[in-house]
């Protein structure tokens, strides 16, 4: 079956620190990657993307990488805020597989001080 | 700008009640999910449906049900809570193999 595997968290770090979530899949086809972001009290609104190998998602300093021979997505993001503070979830879908469902990672929660 | 509204951001019931909780979704957006959320478990679907009257099972469906009249609408029902059903339950919705489009969430506590 399809799963994702994230680091887990609490993570936390200074403003302006670099920042590297990593986050490696297991998947049946080729699948298209995500990562979504939740702010506290807030539903998850999607972060960035990836549909294909070597793709490169981004999204408000945050970037990712679709590695097909590490099977890996991990996030990035060279200078964090104390905004960034939310929990993150990297997920995949299989295109075609006719159900459009996600599979989530479990979450890495983030904690930026000032 | 898009949105997906749940019926309550917090809820309270007791056990063997009936809950029911809705969400819509203004987007026209064939697909819709629903998930709950617990700590160190991320989330795990319950059930979703890619057109009206369609339903699917997730990957924990016991002790839910759901339905979906009109496109717009997909309700999450709890026949009769349970304590254990105690958590944060998210709906969300998306059009084919697109980004999901998610609601702020219900945070549901069965007594």
């Known amino acids: 079956g399809n799963s994702v595997t994230q680091m887990e968290g609490p993570v936390t770090l200074s403003e302006e620190a670099f920042l590297t979530i990593n986050c490696t899949y297991t998947?049946?086809?080729?699948?298209?990657l995500f990562w979504y972001v939740q702010y506290p009290g807030e539903g998850l609104q999607l972060l960035l993307k990836?549909?294909?190998?070597?793709d490169k998602g981004s999204n408000k300093g945050f970037e990712a990488t679709y590695r097909k021979e590490t099977t890996s997505f991990h996030l990035e993001k060279g200078s964090v805020q104390v905004s960034d503070s939310a929990v993150y979830f990297c997920?995949?879908?299989?295109?075609?597989?006719?159900?459009?469902?996600?599979?989530f990672g479990k979450g890495t929660k983030l904690s930026v001080i000032p | 700008d898009v949105k997906v509204t749940q019926s309550s951001r917090y809820l309270v019931k007791r056990t063997g009640e009936k809950v029911f909780l809705e969400c819509v979704q203004d987007?026209?957006?064939?697909?819709m999910f629903w998930y709950r959320q617990d700590p160190g478990l991320g989330l795990r679907l319950i059930y979703f449906?890619?057109?009206?009257?369609?339903?699917e099972k997730g990957d924990i469906p016991e002790g839910y049900s759901v339905s979906r009249e009109k496109k717009e609408r997909f309700s999450l029902i709890l026949e009769s809570a349970s304590t254990n059903q105690t958590s944060m339950y998210l709906c969300?919705?998306?059009?084919?193999?697109?980004?999901?489009?998610f609601g702020p969430g219900t945070r549901l506590t069965v007594l």
């Open positions: 990836a549909t294909k190998a070597d």
């Open positions: 998947a049946t086809g080729y699948p298209s």
């Open positions: 449906s890619y057109d009206v009257k369609m339903k």
């Open positions: 969300a919705s998306s059009w084919g193999v697109n980004e999901q489009f």
């Open positions: 987007m026209d957006h064939e697909n």
């Open positions: 997920a995949l879908e299989i295109p075609g597989a006719g159900s459009y469902q996600l599979t």
